[in-house]
């Protein structure tokens, strides 16, 4: 089946602008994750979206990070002001709520001129 | 917060096991231990995981103190698409908290 897909793949953007990446998670997976990797990095936790429960937005590191998800499908990460220091790959991940699996995307790579 | 430390880097030879180890002597009762790995501009892959057996599946085996204060990853044939940054994880209020993880070179 369909694995967990990022649109776009590649973005590149001015310093100041907004941009929006997109995850569409696995059809029916109820849990769903946002991570940051910067260059040579580790997975940053940004956000967590867990079924109807509020999320878990403890890793947004500011103001200008959010992110939304309509009901269990697809979710958009925003970013506004880009800053340089935002360049860095963006990955999804989506599970079953309980299931200790995480299935994750290919990721956005995020260049931030 | 439970935390992994984990070597920063490794070499195998190509057919060897590869054994990867992870220290994390804080985690509670409860806390799972989760393998990731991610090879070169891809997103991570699931391993395998486990609480306080010992656990194997076709990738890997997972073998974890009877302290649960350590674990190691074993590769049993290690190949050269083994070649990738293997992450030893524990779930922390739902969320999986990732390290620097280990790079692991399989050589010929």
């Known amino acids: 089946g369909a694995g967990v897909s990022q649109s776009p793949s590649n973005k590149v953007t001015e310093k100041g602008k907004d941009v929006e990446l997109r995850c569409d998670p696995i059809?029916?997976?109820?849990?769903l994750y946002w991570y940051r990797q910067r260059l040579g990095q580790g997975l940053e936790f940004l956000i967590y979206?867990?079924?109807?429960?509020?999320?878990?937005k403890s890793g947004l590191p500011s103001d200008r990070f959010s992110a939304e998800r309509t009901g269990e499908s697809v979710s958009t990460l925003t970013i506004q002001r880009t800053q340089q220091e935002d360049s860095a790959v963006y990955l999804c991940?989506?599970?079953?709520?309980?299931?200790?699996?995480?299935?994750f995307g290919p990721g956005t790579r995020l260049l931030v001129l | 917060d439970a935390k992994t430390t984990q070597p920063p880097s490794m070499d195998c030879a190509e057919g060897r096991a590869a054994n990867l180890p992870c220290n994390h002597s804080?985690?509670?009762?409860?806390?799972?231990v989760y393998w990731y790995r991610q090879i070169h501009s891809q997103g991570p892959q699931y391993i395998i995981h486990?609480?306080?057996n010992n656990e194997t599946n076709e990738m890997a085996s997972l073998i974890i103190t009877e302290d649960r204060k350590s674990s190691t990853l074993i590769l049993p044939h290690a190949t050269l698409r083994d070649t990738a940054v293997y992450y030893c994880?524990?779930?922390?209020?739902?969320?999986?908290?990732f390290g620097q993880g280990t790079e692991l070179s399989v050589k010929p």
């Open positions: 991940a989506s599970s079953f709520v309980g299931d200790e699996t995480q299935y």
């Open positions: 059809s029916g997976h109820t849990a």
């Open positions: 979206f867990q079924g109807n429960s509020a999320p878990d």
């Open positions: 804080t985690i509670s009762g409860n806390e799972y």
């Open positions: 486990g609480l306080k």
């Open positions: 994880i524990v779930r922390v209020r739902g969320k999986l908290i």
